[in-house]
């Protein structure tokens, strides 16, 4: 399995795409936009000049996309890539979509003798480039097995999450969990701080105590709390609140197709949409802090 064709390079796509071109793997890559194909040629990669013509004699086909419609017509359109595919080929769609539509392009491979996984990604772009992310595979064990060397050449942490759909699903409940607990996060400090608290102090504490979480761990929404951060760096870089925002979109799609109460993600949802709305989309989400901060 030593020809991969990768199908959208953005962000996340293009590093993605390097690292196994670094890995040794022949990778022939398309993007709608030709200019985000500079760094991936640089590094050894092969330029297709279509999708079609990216999959050409490849036995692995990976998309980065940036939504289910844009996966749907990718491989289930009337001209799409699904019928263009040898028997036995797998597809690994690694976009962060709703898991109908991933169950949707399954069952079309599947009739068609093709492997298809889900394998939606977290880390960010830093973990893209360093080859540090984590992939949430929903699809069949055998699969999983077939896909892993090659997700381990982009990726550290690799997770089988259950059918097709499941990495979806796990990657949802995650991302909904964070949008929590750095509303939460931001919340607490921004009332100890208007209580006269030094907010490296008050994280301090919270660390070694029982309100502990990522967020003050390692992303701490208060700018000169932890070096490194994007709250350092006017919320530049890392996560953006437009990305958070639409994975709070897919848990309410989630949400209701099992009937499931979401209050939380709910209340966090309204947070990081109001946020948008007030012009901050394209900063990082623990830029929430400002919401706090400026009411
Ligand atoms: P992006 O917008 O930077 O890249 C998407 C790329 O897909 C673009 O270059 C676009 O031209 C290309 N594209 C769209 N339709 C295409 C088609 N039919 N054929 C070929 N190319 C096509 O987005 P991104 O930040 O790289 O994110 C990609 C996916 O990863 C999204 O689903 C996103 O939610 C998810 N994700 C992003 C991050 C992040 O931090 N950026 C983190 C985790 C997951």
Redesign the pocket.
């Known amino acids: 399995m030593n020809n991969i064709a990768f ?7 293009s590093p993605m795409a390097i690292n196994l071109v670094k890995a040794g793997y022949r990778v022939k890559a ?4 030709t200019d ?1 194909l500079k760094d991936f040629v640089a590094a050894g990669g092969e330029k297709a000049d279509s ?1 079609i013509d990216a999959v050409r004699s490849a036995e692995v086909v990976i998309s ?4 289910g419609e ?1 996966v749907y ?2 491989y289930n359109s009337d001209n799409g890539l699904l019928a263009q595919l040898p028997n036995g080929c797998l597809v690994i769609d ?4 709703d898991a109908n539509t991933a169950r949707q392009v399954g069952e079309s491979a599947a009739k068609l003798g093709i492997d298809f996984i889900d394998a ?6 830093s973990g ?1 480039i360093q080859g540090t992310l984590s992939f949430i595979v929903g699809g069949e064990l055998g699969c999983f097995n077939r896909a892993k060397p090659i997700l381990e050449a982009m990726g550290k942490n690799i997770f089988h999450a259950g059918n097709i759909g499941s990495g979806q699903i796990a990657k949802t409940c995650n991302n909904m969990l964070l949008s929590v607990l750095m509303a939460g996060t931001a919340e607490a400090l921004q009332m100890g701080i208007e209580n006269g608290l030094d907010p490296k102090a008050l994280s301090d504490i919270m660390l070694k105590s029982s309100g502990r979480n990522f967020a003050l761990e390692i992303y701490n929404p208060v700018p000169n709390v932890m070096s490194g951060t994007p709250a350092c760096n006017n919320y530049k870089g890392g ?2 609140v437009d ?1 958070m925002n ?2 709070l979109g897919l848990a309410f799609g989630v949400a209701q197709d099992s009937g499931s109460n979401i209050p939380m993600g709910k209340q966090a949802s309204v947070l990081f949409n109001e946020h948008a709305n007030n012009g901050n989309g394209r900063l990082d989400f623990s830029s929430i802090f400002q919401y706090y901060n400026n009411n």
């Open positions: 199908i959208g390079l953005g962000n996340m796509g398309f993007d709608l936009i985000s999708a980065m996309l940036p939504a844009h017509e990718l690694s976009s962060t979509i939606p990604v977290s880390g960010g772009v893209a996560f953006m990305l639409k994975d």
